[in-house]
């Protein structure tokens, strides 16, 4: 079987090399573990790469309050303590320690998923990736777990100039409160968010009884859930809902945020989700066929997230990746016994039937609202032809390249031997 | 500080309606012991419940979970029963609900909660009280865990008198905007006084009795003197100087009003006196409320309780505002039930309240990884401290008696600006799409020239290596792929910084380097570990440090190192020597390592030696 789909995929060596401080459970190494194991893979042949822009203050001012935005990128952790009032304002200094690099960090990580949302605006691609984003829980005047900058806000705010309607669901064992309050007022942007609830479990928001407010009633969509949740349980929730989701909504686009803390055994989370389960959420939105942008978010056990990142590239690359990981550097990470899949935790699913039942009923019918509310107007999402035409001739050609060479580039399923390509 | 504010914030509406609350907060997060004291309590329950486990032949379930399936946070039970007294005490008063209510639990798990205390707790209460290793049976206790169970007495004595000042001294800070407190305070004719500056002085003796708040509510109900209530509340803990707990068994505490020599007797009336004026007057609205709720029950057809008639007296203007205020309740309360949210017992939380709890950043050195996902959160804005303690009941009441008007943060400075859809597409700017890495775009034929490989191929399962599978072949075919890779992707291998990936890196380093960014890292642990210094002071010395003794290193090398090299080969370690127990996320667990540094043997032409292993004390089978 033939990939159609162009990938894009948004990786810069530098995001891997940061430090946000000892015992800190963010550890974006992770990202250069992941980057390293596809490239283990090979998976790289069928996909383009590209180097994000390191996102420009005025970009990221789109979302966030411009002294936010100013503070974060003059802090720095020899001056932090000049600064009590400002560090306490913006909520920075305990969950978001203030460390080396730090802006630079954001604006790479939100380079990428701007970059991805306009190469999906601009049709260049069909699936974008960028693992390094996904950090939901900042809001727009502050850090929130571990999340500075927005760039979800940011990508959607992006793919909302091309489309009436973006979709944005969230696979995050934590729930995806800040995409969630940025877009609780509008219609035009629908939050889905699976997450674990109750017992204060950060961030405390996210039960299903918030809908969103005003125009955007009814287009906030969360799904709580208790501890040990399974892969039955939740992919049978997750394709219930979703399709439902697609169906009622119609959006133009998705953004899908895969956090990896809601596989088993992650160190924050609580869930007992296989790779496999995980994964399986997002072959499901891939099979939708809609424009799709792919993000990474939490994930606190380093190698189960370079795993769940890879096999999901593998994914949305129609690839199925073998169990036995091929020796790397990291080999050691993997190690003892150097597989993708990874044995789920023999913990109790706190989700009866009958509670998943009762928030699948709530949550279906809050859907049913949209469909009967008179006063919300469904708008057509206009026909492609819409979009201009980028003549080829002004392109740079370092930038895109054309349909014909990608094709050329792209590898193919069933093209065993590289040397074939040459013809 | 916002930090203050918000306190001020949360206090106003908490404090006011019901002070014990406060109390409860304060003893959980607002000392900074409570999580080392949490850790160590762990490590000694685990041991004992072992010991019990093995000298009894029963079997113990851990962690236990109480009725509705959520697991019970022993440590908060243990310490609330300590703190009022025994648990025949609290069976003989009666206050088993109020233990619940203290651990943040329903009423309705009551009989499950008791029966988890005596499974898990009592005995180890009494084995505490014998002075635990004097006991016949448990005489092959190792010497460590006695230590652990001595500190962990001492620190449970000072936890009780730790509380009790923070909390109060808090509740003080807190409440200086709140006018009602302040006006409590004025009306105590006793000498006592909250915002005395002796207050530091009397605090060790504010051995807060848990129940008091409770005794209360029967107080002004049935109109008893409070001080014959509070002598059913036996002073269990007594502080003595050198900070050793002895648990003193009061015969029940026969409190006369006229004996002011007993100091703690004292103090409790004081602290009776005090608490019963403040919740006279905080907690008024929500009594006399239930109150006229009870009697409205107990005689529906009474005309004082008429809406009809209620121009006749001008008392019925009162009563007419408390019938709205039980109509609010009501609805507040059946609205909570409607749906199942999954957090039934603990009714929503509003963003509001949930920014608002005050919490230490200390919390997390003590984490252990297996409570920290088992236990429930934290009601804190911090996302990496989940667990520690048990679950809060927020106030519900609070909940209720306030009107909040919103419930979400709602405003320009929390929303994007979303334009409405025009049909008309808007720049996407397409300047900025990214550079484009691979394919190479200069040299888009390049890859069709490489050698064979398969495409998204595992491991290769046979090779042939003289011995397949020993660390030599591993090393070789890492070694492989990495010149494979390097070939493949040129300069590409730079700009990705593949070149400063993996164990390979420790080639830069000197022997003498990797030895000092061990003892520093080393240092630094147990300085997170035992000293009240901030992280952020530890770490900026760490760097000092490092940038002193290790000159040639950059600060980002030192972090390559840190995660190519160091945390790989503690990892390694684990691999290796404890299978079971592998986490090479935890930056706290001590440093193993097997073998000798990498590529040593290559260069110095040495084969690989079995060295003494002087890190593992626990070699499991």
């Known amino acids: 079987m033939r990939s159609k789909d162009r990938i894009s995929y948004f990786y810069d060596g530098d995001v891997g090399n940061v430090y946000f401080g000892p015992n800190h459970p963010m550890k974006p190494h992770r990202l250069c573990m992941t980057h390293h194991l596809v490239l283990s893979y090979d998976l790289h042949k069928k996909m383009e790469i590209y180097r994000p822009h390191k996102a420009y203050p005025v970009e990221l001012a789109q979302f966030h309050s411009a002294d936010y935005v100013e503070f974060l990128q003059r802090i720095n952790p020899d001056t932090q303590h000049l600064f009590p009032e400002e560090m306490a304002k913006f909520k920075l200094g305990e969950d978001c320690p203030v460390f080396d690099d730090m802006f630079e960090f954001c604006q790479i990580y939100a380079g990428g998923t701007i970059d991805a949302a306009r190469r999906l605006n601009n049709q260049l691609c069909d699936i974008a990736i960028n693992w390094a984003g996904g950090l939901h829980h900042a809001k727009k005047c502050e850090a929130s777990g571990f999340c500075y900058i927005n760039d979800l806000v940011l990508g959607i705010l992006e793919l909302l100039k091309y489309h009436a309607r973006v979709l944005y669901i969230d696979i995050d064992v934590h729930h995806g409160d800040g995409v969630e309050e940025a877009f609780y007022f509008t219609d035009r942007v629908m939050t889905v968010s699976f997450h674990k609830y109750g017992n204060l479990f950060f961030p405390g928001s996210g039960d299903v009884k918030e809908i969103g407010e005003q125009e955007g009633k009814f287009y906030a969509i969360n799904i709580p859930l208790k501890d040990g949740i399974d892969d039955t349980s939740f992919t049978r929730l997750f394709k219930t809902i979703i399709s439902k989701v697609v169906e009622t909504y119609q959006p133009g686009v998705i953004v899908l945020q895969c956090g990896a803390d809601s596989l088993a055994g992650d160190r924050l989370g609580c869930f007992n989700l296989s790779i496999d389960g995980h994964a399986e959420c997002v072959r499901f939105v891939k099979k939708i066929g809609l424009p799709l942008l792919v993000t990474g978010g939490g994930g606190y056990t380093k190698e189960n997230v370079a795993r769940c990142w890879t096999v999901e590239t593998g994914v949305l690359l129609d690839t199925e990746l073998p169990n036995e990981i091929p020796d790397n550097e990291y080999i050691k990470y993997f190690a003892p016994e150097c597989s993708l899949r990874i044995p789920t935790a023999h913990i109790e699913n706190f989700n009866s039937k009958s509670y998943l039942g009762t928030i699948k009923m709530q949550v279906l019918e809050n859907l049913r609202c949209i469909q009967h509310a008179p006063s919300v107007q469904m708008q057509e999402v206009p026909p492609d032809y819409y979009i201009p035409d980028f003549d080829e001739d002004e392109k740079n050609p370092d930038e895109r390249i054309d349909q014909h060479t990608q094709d050329k580039h792209i590898q193919r399923d069933d093209e065993y031997y590289e040397g074939d390509n040459d013809k | ?621």
């Open chain 2, 1 to 621: 500080m916002a930090y203050d504010s918000e306190l001020g914030n949360w206090s106003d509406v908490n404090e006011i309606k019901i002070p014990e609350l406060y109390v409860k907060y304060g003893d959980l997060d607002g000392c900074a012991d409570v999580n080392e004291l949490r850790a160590l309590f762990d490590q000694v329950l685990a041991f004992f419940l072992k010991e019990v486990c093995v000298n009894k032949k029963v079997f113990r379930p851990f962690p236990p979970k109480l009725g509705d399936g959520q697991e019970a946070d022993l440590f908060k039970l243990f310490l609330t029963i300590r703190r009022i007294g025994s648990y025949e005490l609290v069976s003989e008063n009666n206050l088993w609900e109020f233990v619940a209510r203290e651990c943040g639990l329903k009423a309705g798990l009551v009989a499950s909660l008791k029966l988890i205390y005596i499974k898990y707790l009592k005995e180890l209460d009494q084995w505490l009280l014998n002075g635990g290793f004097k006991d016949g049976k448990m005489e092959n206790l190792e010497v460590s865990v006695v230590e652990k169970l001595d500190r962990l007495s001492r620190k449970l004595g000072r936890a009780l008198i730790d509380v009790e000042i923070i909390g109060f001294d808090e509740r003080k800070e807190k409440n200086e905007g709140a006018s009602g407190f302040n006006q409590v305070q004025g009306d105590d004719d006793e000498k006592f006084s909250v915002g005395d500056h002796k207050r530091c002085e009397l605090s060790p003796k504010f051995v807060k009795k848990v129940g008091v708040s409770m005794v209360n509510d029967e107080v002004k109900r049935n109109e008893i003197v409070p001080d014959n209530v509070v002598m059913k509340v036996r002073l269990s803990v007594i502080h003595d100087d050198d900070n050793v707990v002895k648990r003193v068994d009061h015969p029940m505490i026969d409190y006369d009003d006229d004996d002011d020599d007993d100091d703690v007797n004292n103090f409790v009336s004081h602290n009776v006196n005090t608490q019963k004026r403040k919740r006279d007057e905080d907690s008024l609205e929500l009594s006399e409320m239930l109150d006229w709720l009870a009697n409205v029950a107990r005689d529906p057809h009474d005309n004082a309780y008429d809406t009809s008639q209620r121009s006749k007296k001008g008392k019925n203007n009162t009563t007419d505002h408390l019938r709205k205020r039980v109509l609010s309740s009501r609805r507040a309360l059946f609205a909570e039930l409607n749906v199942d949210s999954g957090n039934e017992a603990y009714g929503s939380q509003k963003k509001t309240q949930r920014m608002q709890q005050p919490s230490m950043y200390e919390d997390d050195r003590v984490k252990l990884r297996c409570s920290r996902r088992t236990t429930a959160a934290k009601p804190c804005p911090l996302k990496r401290q989940q667990t520690e303690s048990s679950n809060i009941r927020p106030d519900r009441f609070r909940e209720i008696l306030e009107s909040h008007d919103q419930d979400y943060n709602l405003g320009p400075l929390f929303q994007a600006e979303v334009p409405p859809w025009t049909g008309v597409l808007s720049d996407s700017d397409p300047k900025w799409l990214g550079t484009q890495m691979w394919p190479p775009p200069n040299n888009p034929d390049r890859k069709g020239e490489e050698g064979s490989f398969v495409i998204g191929l595992g491991r290769q399962e046979s090779c042939e290596c003289v011995f397949p599978g020993s660390a030599e072949c591993v090393r070789f075919h890492i070694a492989e792929n990495r010149l494979k890779i390097k070939i493949e992707l040129g300069t590409l291998f730079y700009k990705w910084k593949f070149n400063q990936m993996g164990e390979e890196i420790s080639l830069a380093w000197e022997p003498e380097e990797e030895k000092r960014f061990k003892s520093l890292v080393i240092r630094a642990r147990h300085e997170l570990a035992h000293s009240m210094k901030s992280r952020r002071e530890i770490m900026n010395a760490f760097w000092r440090k490092a940038s002193v003794i290790i000159p040639d290193k950059l600060k980002q090398n030192v972090v390559s190192y840190y995660f190519n090299v160091f945390v790989i080969r503690r990892r390694s370690y684990q691999n290796r020597v404890t299978p079971r127990d592998i986490d090479s996320d935890n930056d706290e667990v001590e440093v193993g390592s097997v073998g000798d540094r990498f590529g040593y043997e290559k260069i110095h032409g040495l084969s690989l030696k079995c060295s003494e292993n002087l890190q593992c004390t626990n070699l499991e089978s």
